[in-house]
């Protein structure tokens, strides 16, 4: 089945340890998009590639940045994670940025910080 | 900018009753589109159902069926004969028509269907 899948399924890192965390697509979708959703709050849009251009959110902190090497895959790179930034990371894909795009989310990786 | 409010943290509802859930949202767009998602345990998050603002008619998937109140900025979920797989956290989100794929959520509710 197609799908998006998120490794690792759970993450520990160490405060300040670099820590990237994976999404690939079996859509074949234009969109690919991180979502960081804190204990019992909303998912909060971090960023997200269409095709190869990134689109920030203005509220995203330096410490995420992204890559997305080829159309499948697409990383979310924490470069010093804090104690706040424990949090389960989505990863989501849409054919296109319409409304009418339904968007297919991963399972999540759950991130935690030691 | 837009919020969405779920003021229910938590419902449960016994097996094949009807249960309904409260979203409000706040914009001041008029070309919007609005989303109820569901996020069952330890799985991902799948779409329900989708409301375009500019249509009055109330969108209905199966058991799941939505009470758009344009004026009140409340968008409801309604879900009929409920199942245990209906056991889930649920998101309202919203979209404006030029948020380019951005989804804005509520805190959402956790629904826990009791046999």
């Known amino acids: 089945d197609a799908m998006v899948i998120q490794n690792p399924r759970y993450q520990v890192t160490q405060f300040g340890k670099p820590v990237t965390l994976s999404c690939s697509q079996t859509?074949?979708?234009?969109?690919m998009y991180w979502y960081q959703q804190k204990s019992s709050q909303a998912p909060k849009l971090l960023f997200h590639?269409?095709?190869?251009?990134?689109?920030n959110e203005a509220d995203t902190p330096d410490n995420f940045q992204s890559r997305r090497p080829n159309t499948s895959f697409c990383f979310l790179d924490i470069r010093s994670p804090g104690l706040g930034d424990a949090a389960m990371y989505l990863c989501?894909?849409?054919?296109?940025?319409?409304?009418?795009?339904?968007?297919?989310f991963g399972p999540g990786t759950r991130l935690t910080v030691l | 900018a837009q919020t969405v409010t779920q003021s229910q943290p938590e419902m449960s509802v016994q097996e094949a009753e009807t249960v309904t859930l409260s979203c409000t949202y706040d914009?001041?767009?008029?070309?919007?589109?609005l989303f109820w998602y569901k996020q069952p345990p330890s799985r991902q998050m799948i779409l329900v159902i989708r409301?375009?603002?500019?249509?009055?008619q109330n969108a209905t998937e199966n058991r799941f069926s939505v009470n758009f109140q344009k004026a009140a900025k409340s968008f409801s979920l309604k879900i009929s004969d409920s199942q245990l797989g209906d056991t889930a956290m649920y998101f309202c989100?919203?979209?404006?028509?030029?948020?380019?794929?951005?989804?804005?959520f509520g805190q959402g509710t956790i629904l826990t269907v009791h046999p």
């Open positions: 989501a894909t849409s054919e296109g940025l319409a409304s009418t795009d339904t968007q297919y």
């Open positions: 409301q375009e603002a500019y249509k009055q």
């Open positions: 914009t001041s767009e008029n070309n919007y589109y």
């Open positions: 859509l074949n979708h234009n969109v």
């Open positions: 590639y269409y095709d190869k251009d990134f689109n």
């Open positions: 989100a919203f979209m404006t028509g030029t948020s380019y794929g951005k989804l804005t």
